[in-house]
């Protein structure tokens, strides 16, 4: 590793929930009101079972960093919480027609909480020469329409999401597309991620660097055996320029 981790990089490819924004303020209260509207649509009180399905303690409002609420697409996850509402439910109709009623998606813009000024940051990271990218397990109108509202969609070269018809992390599909969409070799980019599928798809894509930020759902033991560093968040990649 170079003094200089970025050294060598000409792409910087972020994670967006836990790496950009606050995953808990996106997803956490999510999942608690679904699990309300589901024993509304139900009659039943399925709301602990598709919790513990999902990877969420309502208790302590954590997410589990390998669970399916962490690494799972949406439309992974609406097929999960109909199979746990099948167990409550006569048939498969009927479960389908409660998830359907209770289903919603977060606003990702009232929700989007960022864990640093990223107009700045990717103001700083372009005035180097470098190129951005961010590859995410969301889905593209949702992110595009987070990422516009905090001023920072115009300043993407790529934006890879979970329904792009690609297989997402931790595969290496979607950083090899943002690496092919902004003109640049995998060895030369970097994945910057709060999880270890975010690691993983870097590794198996070939990346120059492996960064893991501390920001999300995984603890930095988690992230370093996958990493070439872990910072505690995304404000300090201006330090390693």
């Known amino acids: ?6 050294q060598g990089i000409d792409l910087v490819v972020f ?10 303020a996106m997803w956490g209260g999510w999942a608690h009101e679904l699990g309300a509207r589901l024993e509304l649509t139900t009659g039943r009180p399925v709301a602990p079972d598709v919790w513990a399905a999902i990877g969420y303690d309502p208790a302590s409002r954590v997410i589990a960093s390998r669970g399916p609420l962490a690494v799972g697409t949406m439309g992974q996850l609406a097929d999960l919480v109909q199979q746990v509402v099948r167990r409550w439910c006569p048939n498969v109709a009927a479960a389908r027609r409660a998830v359907d009623a209770a289903w919603f998606e977060p606003d990702p813009v009232e929700r989007a909480i960022p864990l640093t000024d990223l107009p ?15 590859v995410t397990n969301d889905d593209r109108e949702p992110t595009a329409r987070t990422l516009a509202a905090l001023g920072v969609l115009g300043q993407l070269s790529a934006l890879v999401c979970a329904d792009d018809g690609l297989a997402v992390k931790p595969e290496a599909d979607t950083f090899l ?9 995998p060895a030369c ?7 270890p599928v975010d690691l993983l798809m870097a590794r198996a894509a070939g990346a ?7 920001s999300g759902l995984a603890s930095p033991d988690e992230l370093e055996p996958l990493s070439d560093l872990v910072l505690g968040s995304v404000a300090e990649l201006p330090s390693l320029l």
């Open 1 to 6: 590793m170079p003094d200089r981790p970025l």
């Open 15 to 24: 994670d967006k929930d836990g790496t950009l924004l606050d995953f808990g």
């Open 120 to 134: 700045a940051l990717f103001s700083v990271l372009r005035s180097t020469g470098r190129s951005i990218a961010v």
């Open 177 to 185: 597309a943002a690496c092919e969409r902004a003109g640049i070799e």
């Open 189 to 195: 980019a970097a994945m910057v991620g709060d999880l």
């Open 208 to 214: 120059g660097r492996a960064i893991g930020v501390a």
